[in-house]
């Protein structure tokens, strides 16, 4: 098997601007309800603060081994990266994908809004390495990292540990209020990725960073095509679809072509009061046993706190 020292590395970031008008509009053509477009709950799915620049500074600094870095996006650009002579000097490994890219032979399931679906074309981005590292716009990484972190001698880590399903999944769907019943679908989709592979547990993933190999998505898609197209025709989240990167575990665990972690090495934040994000970011700071940080919800901080986390990742990566 490849050692992890000599395999070649790329990273994905799905990315959106929610804050676009132009997107808005475009969104909201294909809402049934007008009024979900405000929801708070929903809006934080597309909505960001710019956290995508230190997502990518992140990788630059923290995981010099990673060849190219690719940001899936729909005919937008992040604001870092629009003097495009600038970008090709600063940041020459860094490359927007569209999502017509992905989408070539499935095109009637565009315009999408559906992080879903997106994860699942993310193999189909050209020239990508049959290794790559999924992230989303608000991971980070916060120290030194290296190839073993995330492939030994060619396999995924996989951070995490096994969970039971959900056996309330009607219970909480019916009972959680708007904001609850987001997390509900999360945790439904990540059940379905087992169920689909014959798991009567889940492999539970987290908010960092997913090491994937691309020939394993290849080889499941081309036998269950139909397990693909199901879940990319949702232009907004159902509670029939399944997590790409999960199900990507799933099938890894029932080959044994994996390495399983039980360290989750990461600083998670998702409620933003002074007491959690002062002790997170001390411990993001000055613990160099954490690799990861996840800024969830970063959208939703308040102003003061805000100005806070910027200039800390301000200070960080640049």
Same mark, same amino acid.
């Given at each position: 098997?490849?050692?992890?020292?000599?395999? $070649?590395?790329?990273?994905?970031?799905? %990315?959106?601007?929610?804050?676009?008008?132009?997107?808005?509009?475009? +969104?909201?053509?294909?809402?049934?309800?007008?009024?979900?477009?405000?929801?708070?709950?929903?809006?934080?799915?597309?909505?960001?603060?710019?956290?995508?620049?230190?997502?990518?500074?992140?990788?630059?600094? /923290?995981?010099?081994?990673?060849?190219?870095?690719?940001?899936?996006?729909?005919?937008?650009?992040?604001?870092?990266?629009?003097?495009?002579?600038?970008?090709?000097?600063?940041?020459?490994?860094?490359?927007?994908?569209?999502?017509?890219?992905?989408?070539?032979?499935?095109?009637?399931?565009?315009?999408?809004?559906?992080? *879903?679906?997106?994860?699942?074309?993310?193999?189909?981005?050209?020239?990508?390495?049959?290794?790559?590292? /999924?992230?989303?716009?608000?991971?980070?990484?916060?120290?030194?990292?290296?190839?073993?972190?995330?492939?030994?001698?060619?396999?995924?880590?996989?951070?995490?540990? %096994? +969970?039971?399903?959900?056996? &309330?999944?009607?219970?909480?769907?019916? #009972?959680?209020?708007?904001?609850?019943?987001?997390?509900?679908?999360?945790?439904?989709?990540?059940?379905?990725?087992?169920?689909?592979?014959?798991?009567?547990?889940?492999? &539970?993933?987290?908010?960092?960073?997913?090491?994937?190999?691309?020939?394993?998505?290849?080889?499941?898609?081309?036998?269950?095509?139909?397990?693909?197209?199901?879940?990319?025709?949702?232009?907004?989240?159902?509670?029939?679809?399944?997590?790409?990167?999960?199900?990507?575990?799933?099938?890894? *665990?029932?080959?044994?072509?994996?390495?399983?972690?039980?360290?989750?090495?990461? $600083?998670? +934040?998702?409620?933003?009061?002074?007491?959690?994000?002062?002790?997170?970011?001390?411990?993001?700071? /000055? &613990?160099?046993?954490?690799? #990861? +940080?996840?800024?969830?919800?970063?959208?939703?901080?308040?102003?003061?706190?805000?100005?806070?986390?910027?200039? %800390? *990742?301000?200070?960080? /990566?640049?």
């Amino acid at each position: 098997m490849e050692e992890s020292k000599e395999i $070649v590395i790329d990273a994905i970031i799905t %990315w959106v601007d929610g804050n676009d008008p132009v997107h808005k509009a475009k +969104m909201s053509n294909y809402l049934s309800d007008k009024s979900t477009g405000s929801n708070t709950s929903f809006r934080t799915l597309f909505d960001q603060v710019n956290e995508i620049e230190f997502c990518v500074k992140s990788i630059l600094k /923290y995981a010099k081994f990673v060849r190219n870095i690719f940001i899936v996006t729909d005919n937008q650009t992040p604001g870092f990266l629009k003097d495009k002579e600038k970008a090709k000097e600063n940041f020459p490994n860094v490359f927007i994908i569209d999502h017509k890219t992905i989408f070539k032979g499935n095109e009637q399931y565009l315009p999408t809004f559906n992080s *879903l679906s997106i994860e699942t074309l993310l193999f189909k981005v050209p020239d990508l390495a049959e290794h790559f590292i /999924y992230f989303n716009d608000d991971f980070f990484l916060i120290n030194e990292t290296t190839p073993n972190d995330f492939f030994i001698n060619g396999l995924p880590v996989l951070r995490g540990k %096994w +969970m039971p399903h959900n056996k &309330n999944i009607v219970k909480n769907r019916i #009972f959680s209020n708007k904001k609850e019943k987001y997390t509900v679908l999360y945790r439904k989709a990540k059940d379905t990725s087992s169920k689909i592979l014959g798991f009567d547990k889940s492999f &539970n993933i987290h908010h960092s960073p997913h090491p994937i190999r691309k020939s394993t998505l290849v080889d499941f898609f081309k036998k269950n095509e139909a397990i693909l197209l199901q879940n990319i025709k949702f232009k907004f989240r159902h509670e029939d679809q399944y997590i790409l990167q999960s199900l990507a575990n799933h099938i890894e *665990l029932k080959n044994n072509t994996c390495i399983q972690e039980k360290k989750l090495a990461i $600083v998670y +934040m998702k409620s933003y009061t002074f007491f959690k994000t002062f002790k997170k970011f001390t411990r993001a700071k /000055y &613990n160099k046993n954490y690799l #990861f +940080m996840c800024l969830q919800n970063l959208d939703q901080c308040d102003a003061k706190k805000l100005v806070f986390i910027k200039k %800390w *990742l301000h200070k960080k /990566y640049n």
